[in-house]
Each structure stands twice: as C-alpha cells, then as structure tokens.
C-alpha cells in the first residue's frame, strides 16, 4: 500500500467482530503513536489501552451521546484507547502561551493518527471518539482529575464490508498557492 491507499483505507468503523485484538498488534500501532512529532517535541500524552472486558465496557458507556444512537457502536470494540494530554515540557508550553495554540491537543491529534493509520495498515478497524463524559472516563480509569482526556480510540477488527466513498471537499475548496485569496 502507498500512503495514499492507506489514508484512503483508513475509515471510521463503527461495527467491530467480537474478537480479540493481539497485544503486539496494539504495540506496534502505539510504536507508530510514539514516532509522532509533536510540538518541541514534547509527547505530551498517555495513552491508556483498555481491553479488559467489564472495564471496557464501564468506559464504553460513557461515550454515549444523549440521543441513543451516539457512540453505541462503542461497546463493541474489544479495545479503547484513552488518550491523556500531559504537561508540554518548558518550551512547548511558552510557546502555547505566546502564540495562543494549544500545541498538546495538536500533538496528541497527530499522535493519535499515527495510531488509527498503523491501525488500518494493520487490518484493524478504529474511530476516534471525541463525545464522552470526561469525569466519568477519569473516574473509571484512575485518571487524575486536573489531566484532560482528549480522544478515546476504538480499535478493534471490523464487521464492516469494504471501503465507503469519502465525503471530502475537492481539493480546489482548500488549496491555494502562494497566498489565502
Ligand atoms: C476529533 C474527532 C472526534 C470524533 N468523534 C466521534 C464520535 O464521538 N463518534 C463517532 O462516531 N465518530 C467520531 N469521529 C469520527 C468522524 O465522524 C469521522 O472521522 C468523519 O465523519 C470522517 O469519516 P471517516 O473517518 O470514515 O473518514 C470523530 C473524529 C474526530 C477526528
């Protein structure tokens, strides 16, 4: 697969098989997460994996959105990666203030991309999770409550068939060259 097979495989999966995922093949995609750059290169993040059932679970439900149908797929993925933003080192967080970006959400966003595509490369299915109940996933994991939980990942193989067409805007919505009119 070139890059562009892989980015154009890489889909949120929202059904999953009930089978395990292997540790090594979760390792490797964390191995890809680690390779990530990041904002002075601080790695600013933990990433907490979830893959013993009744925990799992207990952090599944607290995905759900207040309509039913938000994030019920999560219960089955056999894996849930939370991922914690930590302190920028000196540099990063200086830099945050003075320029007014938040530099770890970008890390751990990037990060967490390494993970999903490594993910697809591997033959697993995933999706990102931003609508959560971030107290409740803190309770649950232990997480200390001034960290902030920025993304939970399901991973896990999936039950879908194929690849869908991307919704994506043209490229000639987004490019410019040499200047933003
Ligand atoms: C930061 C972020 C948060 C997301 N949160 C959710 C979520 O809570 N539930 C969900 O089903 N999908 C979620 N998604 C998946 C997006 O809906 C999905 O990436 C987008 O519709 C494009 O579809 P694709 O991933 O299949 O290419 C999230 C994606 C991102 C990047």
Known sequence: ?????????RQSCRAYLDRAVERDKIE??????????SACNAQPWTFVVVDDAPL?????????????????FVVQAPVLVVIVSERQNLQATIGSLVKRKAFNQMDVAIAAEHFCLA???????TCMIGWFDEAAVKAALAIPSG???????????????GIRPKKR????????YNGYA
């Open 56 to 72: 799992r679970r207990t952090v599944a439900e607290k995905t759900f959105g207040p309509l039913r149908s938000l994030n019920q």
């Open 147 to 161: 960290k902030r939980v920025e993304l939970i990942l399901a991973a896990g193989y999936s039950a879908e068939e």
């Open 169 to 176: 805007q043209p490229a000639d919505q987004f490019r410019r």
């Open 119 to 125: 993910a697809t490369e591997s033959g697993l299915g």
């Open 1 to 9: 697969m070139n890059f562009l097979e892989l980015a154009g495989s």
């Open 28 to 37: 490797y995609c964390l191995e890809a997460a680690r390779l990530a750059p």
